[in-house]
């Protein structure tokens, strides 16, 4: 499989780093160090304990490679190189689950790790996204699905003006609330 040159999302601090399938090829065979080179950053342990997580990705990219520009992005701070979490969405524009709350539009997901929290990170980070996606793929409107117990997650979808749209039962995480945003129409 070509690897596809995606460019980064900038914001003051972090670059919002596309990950290749191999960069997940790298991380999953142990080959950290290979990878990080790769990826321009130091991955902590958090990262590589996500194997699950890659596994998933590496899968959907073999499945379709053009899905790259819409997956998991490293969230690199530029300062020192760390990678301090990932943020992406979980598919391509108008999958057929967002119509109700936000048709064409893109479900988002993000993960700062814990030493790093508490510094705006994802907020500098989720800002970037729905931005980048807006003026760049003109996309609607945006969705986040949160635990009802995560508040700090809760609070940045307040934050950036996202309301509670619906709830459903994951599989996986149990209870989640659907929190959707409509994008501002460019001028």
């Given at each position: ?178 929190f959707a945003l409509r994008a501002a129409r460019p001028r």
């Amino acid at each position: 499989m070509a690897e596809q040159c995606v460019p980064p999302v900038r914001t003051p601090r972090l670059d919002l780093v596309s990950m290749s399938p191999r960069f997940y090829g790298l991380c999953l065979s142990g080959a950290s160090d290979v990878a990080a080179a790769l990826l321009g950053a130091a991955i902590p342990d958090n990262w590589l304990e996500e194997r699950a997580l890659m596994k998933f990705w590496l899968t959907a990219l073999w499945a379709d490679p053009s899905i790259q520009l819409w997956l998991a992005r490293a969230i690199v701070r530029r300062a020192d190189r760390m990678m301090i979490g990932h943020i992406g969405c979980h598919g391509r524009p108008g999958m057929e689950h967002l119509r109700p709350y936000a048709p064409g539009g893109v479900e988002l997901g993000y993960t700062v790790f814990p030493a790093y929290r508490r510094h705006g990170y994802a907020t500098e980070a989720l800002g970037a996204m729905i931005a980048w996606a807006a003026r760049e793929h003109a996309i609607p409107g945006f969705v986040l699905s949160i635990n009802p117990d995560n508040v700090p997650s809760q609070a940045l979808a307040h934050h950036f003006g996202f309301a509670k749209v619906g709830s459903y039962i994951d599989p996986e995480d149990g209870l989640e609330d659907v929190f959707a945003l409509r994008a501002a129409r460019p001028r």
